[in-house]
């Protein structure tokens, strides 16, 4: 199969319905995705001598070439390309460039040839001149910043760092995501004596995996013995030894809640997560009344 005024310079997938090739058209890039059809005429005769090639769809232009490509399942996937270029798949198949918070994660303006890691490693690229980055999200995906941060700060420091607020969130999980985590985080703060690293709480909905190293959730936020369970989870982010460490604080099981979950026990679309934080002092401690509602 030849697509005609396209160069193609990386290919990557998992599955037939989740093949993409990446390149150049024009004065930009192009992103294509076989469409798993045909397959089921892929019989060995037609595969041996490679006359069957299935079919394939333009799913996604830009500005900036593409270079090469990378993942680890069809909901994680990397793309790099010209002037420090990098996109992530996000939940609504479309690919973005991925976000930091204030700042976090600039790399470079060098064209980048070539990429490869996962949100548990960190995101490594490397492309013209030498250049080498690492893109470090949260071990637990990609944090989008709220509009209203620089505004909160400000509000924070005028009550004397105590503050009263609600955050919300709704997230459609996927009904092909077995295992992760997904929900909001908030008081997310570059820790003073290491601003690369960030500390801060969440809450999630959870749902582990039996096995160790089965669904690249970090151990630390897995509550014994729920292996298999959709849970609501309120977990920390803090910095030990000079690295991001993670554990979990608090848990609901609302497996059976069936108003909560879809038949493959995950989370039904749209489930809604709603925080509300109040900073208070008792005893001259300062402490943080967190409720959950879901």
């Given at each position: 199969?030849?697509?005609?005024?396209?160069?193609?310079?990386?290919?990557?997938?998992?599955?037939?319905?989740?093949?993409?090739?990446?390149?150049?058209?024009?004065?930009?890039?192009?992103?294509?995705?076989?469409?798993?059809?045909?397959?089921?005429?892929?019989?060995?005769?037609?595969?041996?001598d490679n006359t069957w090639q299935g079919g394939w769809e333009e799913i996604q232009t830009c500005e900036k070439g593409l270079n090469a490509i990378c993942g680890n399942g069809p909901h994680e996937?990397?793309?790099?390309?010209?002037?420090?270029?990098?996109?992530?798949?996000?939940?609504?198949?479309?690919?973005?460039?991925?976000?930091?918070?204030?700042?976090?994660?600039?790399?470079?303006?060098?064209?980048?040839?070539?990429?490869?890691?996962?949100?548990?490693?960190?995101?490594?690229?490397?492309?013209?001149?030498?250049?080498?980055?690492?893109?470090?999200?949260?071990?637990?995906?990609?944090?989008?910043?709220?509009?209203?941060?620089?505004?909160?700060?400000?509000?924070?420091?005028?009550?004397?760092?105590?503050?009263?607020?609600?955050?919300?969130?709704?997230?459609?999980?996927?009904?092909?995501?077995?295992?992760?985590?997904?929900?909001?985080?908030?008081?997310?703060?570059?820790?003073?004596?290491?601003?690369?690293?960030?500390?801060?709480?969440?809450?999630?909905?959870?749902?582990?995996?039996?096995?160790?190293?089965?669904?690249?959730?970090?151990?630390?936020?897995?509550?014994?013995?729920?292996?298999?369970?959709?849970?609501?989870?309120?977990?920390?982010?803090?910095?030990?030894?000079?690295?991001?460490?993670?554990?979990?604080?608090?848990?609901?099981?609302?497996?059976?809640?069936?108003?909560?979950?879809?038949?493959?026990?995950t989370p039904t679309d749209l489930a809604t997560l709603v925080v509300t934080v109040h900073e208070k002092s008792i005893n001259a401690h300062k402490i943080n009344d967190i409720c959950v509602y879901?």
């Amino acid at each position: 199969m030849i697509i005609k005024d396209t160069q193609f310079t990386g290919v990557w997938g998992s599955d037939w319905e989740n093949i993409y090739v990446v390149g150049r058209k024009g004065l930009g890039g192009v992103i294509y995705q076989h469409t798993g059809e045909n397959q089921k005429d892929c019989d060995k005769t037609k595969c041996a001598d490679n006359t069957w090639q299935g079919g394939w769809e333009e799913i996604q232009t830009c500005e900036k070439g593409l270079n090469a490509i990378c993942g680890n399942g069809p909901h994680e996937v990397y793309i790099a390309g010209d002037e420090g270029l990098v996109l992530y798949k996000d939940n609504q198949d479309k690919f973005n460039p991925v976000p930091f918070p204030d700042g976090v994660g600039e790399g470079t303006m060098e064209d980048l040839n070539a990429i490869w890691g996962s949100v548990a490693t960190g995101i490594y690229a490397a492309g013209e001149k030498g250049t080498l980055i690492k893109i470090q999200p949260t071990s637990l995906g990609h944090v989008l910043p709220l509009a209203k941060n620089a505004e909160l700060a400000e509000k924070w420091g005028d009550t004397n760092q105590y503050l009263n607020y609600s955050i919300q969130v709704k997230q459609l999980w996927g009904d092909a995501l077995e295992y992760g985590v997904s929900g909001i985080s908030f008081r997310w703060h570059r820790v003073e004596k290491d601003p690369d690293l960030h500390a801060g709480y969440g809450i999630s909905f959870i749902r582990y995996a039996p096995q160790s190293g089965m669904d690249m959730i970090p151990e630390g936020l897995k509550p014994p013995q729920r292996a298999g369970r959709l849970l609501v989870l309120l977990w920390e982010q803090y910095v030990q030894d000079g690295e991001e460490t993670q554990r979990w604080l608090a848990y609901k099981d609302i497996t059976e809640d069936e108003r909560m979950i879809k038949s493959n026990t995950t989370p039904t679309d749209l489930a809604t997560l709603v925080v509300t934080v109040h900073e208070k002092s008792i005893n001259a401690h300062k402490i943080n009344d967190i409720c959950v509602y879901h």
